[in-house]
C-alpha cells in the first residue's frame, strides 16, 4: 500500500525594519505565478523562476527601496528558499540532484543542484555592467546566496558564455528552475525512501 503524500506547500511571512515579505508555495504547482517586490526586473526573474520550475509562487515584498534594491533581493531569496525547504517536508522520494544546460540567444549557462540540506553556492558568473535597469547585477548572486543557504541547497550556477547582461542572469534563473523542477520531482521507485544511504540528508 502506497503511503498517503501531504501536500508540498508552504507559507511563510517574514518582517524585519528593512523589509516585509510573504509567500505562498506550491511545489506541485503549475508554474502560476503572483509577485509584487517592487523591483521590477527582480519580480520578471522570479516569474521565470515559477514558471519553469511548475512552482506556483504567490509573493509580496515591500522593502526599504528609498535607500537600494538590496535588503529586498536577499530577502526575498531567504523567504523563497525557506518556503521550499519547509515544502519539502521529510525529503522522502526527491530525486535529489539535477542539471540544466540553459541557452538563451548567444549564451550559455549551466546549473547544477544537490538538494542536500548541505546548502553552499558555486557562482562563476560575471557581468559587463554595473546594472541591469534600475538593479545592480551584484545583487543577482546575494540572491542566490541567500535561497541556496535557505532552502538547504548545494547550487553551482556556470555561465559558459555570454555577452548580453539580461540574457546572462536570465538564464540563470531559468537554470534554477528547471534543476529544481527535476530535484524536487518524486521518483516513483523511490517514492518512499530518502535519497541517501544514511537514511537522512544533511549529516
Known amino acids: 500500500m502506497s503511503e498517503t503524500r501531504k501536500p508540498r506547500t508552504a507559507r511563510l511571512e517574514r518582517q524585519t525594519k528593512e523589509t516585509s515579505i510573504a509567500v505562498e508555495i506550491d511545489l506541485d504547482g503549475n508554474g502560476d505565478y503572483d509577485v509584487e517586490t517592487g523591483i521590477g526586473f527582480l519580480d520578471h526573474m522570479l516569474e521565470q523562476l515559477s514558471r519553469h520550475s511548475l512552482i506556483d509562487l504567490k509573493l509580496r515584498a515591500k522593502g526599504d527601496l528609498h535607500i537600494d534594491f538590496h535588503h529586498t533581493t536577499e530577502d526575498t531569496g531567504i523567504v523563497i528558499g525557506e518556503a521550499v525547504r ?115 540528508l544533511g549529516s
Not at 538538494?115 to 560575471?126: A, E, T
Not at 539580461?166 to 537554470?175: A, L, P, Y
Open 86 to 200: 519547509k515544502a519539502l517536508g521529510d525529503f522522502k522520494g526527491i530525486r535529489r540532484y539535477a542539471t540544466a544546460i540553459i541557452p538563451m540567444d548567444e549564451t550559455c549557462t549551466r546549473v547544477s543542484i544537490d538538494v542536500s540540506q548541505r546548502p553552499y553556492l558555486v557562482w562563476k558568473v560575471d557581468f559587463t555592467r554595473p546594472k541591469l535597469g534600475d538593479m545592480d547585477t551584484e545583487l543577482f548572486k546575494e540572491w542566490f546566496q541567500a535561497f541556496a543557504q535557505n532552502a538547504g541547497i548545494t547550487l553551482h550556477i556556470e555561465n559558459i558564455y555570454g555577452e548580453n547582461n539580461h540574457h546572462i542572469v536570465e538564464s540563470c534563473f531559468k537554470g534554477l528552475a528547471r534543476a529544481l523542477r527535476e530535484a524536487i520531482e518524486i521518483d516513483p521507485r523511490a517514492a518512499t525512501r530518502i535519497p541517501s544511504t544514511k537514511g537522512v
